[in-house]
C-alpha cells in the first residue's frame, strides 16, 4: 500500500466532503492503494467482493434485529464519511 501525500490526502477529503464516495474509491485507486477498489465495488455493490461484503453486513446487521439493506447501508456510509 503506497503512503499518501498530504496533497492527495486533501484531494481525497474534499471528495469526501462533496459527498462523493464513489469519487474518493476512484482517485485511492488511482493513488496505487487496493481498497479504492475493494471500496468502489462496496459502495457500488457492483462486485463479487462488494456483494460479498454488503451481504455479510446486511446477514450480520440482520442477526441482530437491524435492517441494514443496500438502500439503508448507502444512507449510512454517507453519514459515515462526514463524521470522517
Known amino acids: ?3 499518501l501525500t498530504t496533497e492527495q490526502v486533501n484531494t481525497l477529503q474534499i471528495e469526501l466532503d462533496e ?7 476512484s ?4 493513488y496505487g492503494d487496493p481498497h479504492g ?3 468502489s465495488g462496496v459502495t457500488d455493490n457492483n462486485s463479487w467482493q462488494g456483494q460479498l461484503a454488503n451481504g455479510f453486513a446486511a446477514s450480520g446487521a440482520s442477526d441482530n434485529g437491524v435492517d441494514l ?3 439503508r447501508y448507502q444512507k449510512f456510509a454517507n453519514c459515515f464519511t462526514k463524521a470522517a
Open 19 to 25: 459527498g462523493d464516495i464513489i469519487g474518493f474509491y
Open 1 to 3: 500500500m503506497p503512503t
Open 37 to 39: 477498489r475493494l471500496g
Open 27 to 30: 482517485l485511492l485507486e488511482s
Open 69 to 71: 439493506s443496500y438502500g
